[in-house]
T-cell receptor, first 113, second 112 residues
Framework: DAGVIQSPRHEVTEMGQEVTLRCKPI?????LFWYRQTMMRGLELLIY????????DSGMPEDRFSAKMPNASFSTLKIQPSEPRDSAVYFC???????????FGPGTRLTVL | DAKTTQPPSMDCAEGRAANLPCNHS???????VYWYRQIHSQGPQYIIH???NNETNEMASLIITEDRKSSTLILPHATLRDTAVYYC?????????????FGTGTRLTIIP
């Protein structure tokens, strides 16, 4: 089992640019979660999907953030335009059901200059 | 409001058992105790979870007190690779409780 796969592992971009983070959940998992981790705020849930449908996006900071899950094996988190305060590590996690054990990917470290 | 209390840091000698405590005195009857760890620069790693019975898997053992107000995670033979921040989380399998709330955890350092 390959686990949750995220790409890229590191992203450095300039303020104002569009950033797209990608996630492939564990095969057979029906729920997918996007988290963000910073030193100041710890680990925060941004959005989660169940059966490819967004269930709760109340953690998405603002309209610059959007997430999609076009199929069961792929999700994207997009930031447009990016700002320096978006610099963080973004984690994707998946679980069989939305209340089951969540398994995390290795994360994408985003730096916005 | 924090649901769990953990010591901020602990040391353990390599090869010894590491016992990490967690207090969750306000735990509800349907809330599980989960343990995750985060090794530097990696994603949180699931370790184990339980409701009221003690649990054991290939990574660790979880001992939950009879009143469920506290628990202990045991790493039986700690290695240097077990150095990480360990998080104790209580969570009920209900709609609305999907997110994992990580507190500040315990920073465990394994000493050679």
């Amino acid at each position: 089992d390959a686990g949750v796969i995220q790409s890229p592992r590191h992203e450095v971009t300039e303020m104002g640019q569009e950033v797209t983070l990608r996630c492939k959940p564990i095969s057979g998992h029906n729920s997918l979660f996007w988290y963000r981790q910073t030193m100041m705020r710890g680990l925060e849930l941004l959005i989660y999907f169940n059966n490819n449908v967004p269930i709760d996006d109340s953690g998405m900071p603002e309209d610059r953030f959007s997430a999609k899950m076009p199929n069961a094996s792929f999700s994207t988190l997009k930031i447009q335009p990016s700002e320096p305060r978006d610099s963080a590590v973004y984690f994707c996690a998946s679980s069989q059901g939305w209340t089951d054990t969540q398994y995390f990917g290795p994360g994408t470290r985003l730096t916005v200059l | 409001d924090a649901k769990t209390t953990q010591p901020p840091s602990m040391d353990c000698a390599e090869g010894r058992a590491a016992n990490l405590p967690c207090n969750h005195s306000t735990i509800s009857g349907n809330e599980y105790v989960y343990w995750y760890r985060q090794i530097h620069s990696q994603g949180p790693q699931y370790i184990i979870h339980g409701l009221k019975n003690n649990e054991t898997n290939e990574m660790a053992s979880l001992i939950i007190t009879e009143d469920r107000k506290s628990s202990t995670l045991i790493l039986p033979h700690a290695t240097l690779r077990d150095t990480a921040v360990y998080y104790c989380i209580v969570r009920a399998p209900n709609f609305g409780n999907e997110k994992l709330t990580f507190g500040t955890g315990t920073r465990l350092t394994i000493i050679p």
